[in-house]
């Protein structure tokens, strides 16, 4: 309740973010030591007596809120508020949120634009293809390439074959290769000329990913862990 001279409103504050609601504009009067709040818009009239501490104000009909008779309202020494100004902000921080949605989203449908555009170029690598184990520590790695669903990778335990990660790479089609956006970095991959194993030319260590029979499913615990292979050490 935000009492100023003659008028009076009625909000409240939603949520954890504690949005303004707006409940009722009221004009104020004072008789016989109570304060009448009368609705501009209609006919409830709230009636409030000061308490004896005199900073708070007991409700008598509080009932037209919703609200239990002999309601307390304690006196706010920051008010009264500019609720007028209030909103404004409010709606301020609302346009700007809405505008940095809207603004995602587009930079998102152009990211969404750009990477179908490049999907085009993917049909020399579609397929499925199995990371190449180098020592038994290492994951059970799945990559497909398709220009409909573009690039995805999957990396299992190799015993359990729990899931230990998934993502979307981004990717860049190059004279010399595929150059896969992972991360922290990002690599260059050759196709050998029989089109059946990716090979990385820029990373430290050797890495190499073989191409799966189109016939058979890597869904195959036994089929996808020979593909990987399993070293020794």
Not at 182 to 196: C, E, F, I, N, V
Request: some cysteine; glycine content about 6%.
């Amino acid at each position: 309740m935000n009492v100023h001279g003659k008028d009076a409103e009625l909000y409240q504050l939603e949520g954890k973010e504690s949005r303004v609601k707006p409940l009722a504009k009221m004009n104020v009067s004072i008789s016989t030591g109570k304060l009448f709040l009368d609705d501009v818009k209609g006919d409830d009239r709230l009636t409030l007596e000061r308490n004896v501490d005199e900073r708070s104000l007991n409700c008598l009909n509080c009932t037209a809120l919703g609200l239990p008779n002999g309601s307390i309202w304690n006196f706010d020494s920051r008010g009264p508020y500019n609720l007028p100004q209030m909103l404004e902000e409010q709606s301020v921080k609302d346009e700007a949120a809405l505008n940095a949605e809207l603004l995602a989203s587009s930079q998102k449908i152009m990211e969404q634009a750009q990477r179908s555009s490049k999907a085009a170029k993917l049909g020399p690598f579609e397929g499925e293809w199995v990371y190449q184990r180098v020592t038994k520590l290492d994951p059970l790695s799945i990559m497909t390439i398709w220009q409909k669903s573009q690039i995805k990778q999957w990396s299992f335990d190799f015993q359990t074959m729990d899931r230990l990660s998934q993502g979307t790479p981004n990717f860049e089609i190059l004279e010399n290769g595929l150059k896969i956006r992972t991360r922290p970095q990002p690599h260059l991959y050759a196709l050998s000329s029989d089109k059946q194993t990716l090979t990385c030319v820029d990373c430290a260590t050797p890495q190499r990913w073989r191409k799966s029979d189109p016939k058979k499913d890597l869904s195959d615990r036994y089929y996808a862990r020979i593909m990987a292979g399993n070293p020794g050490k």
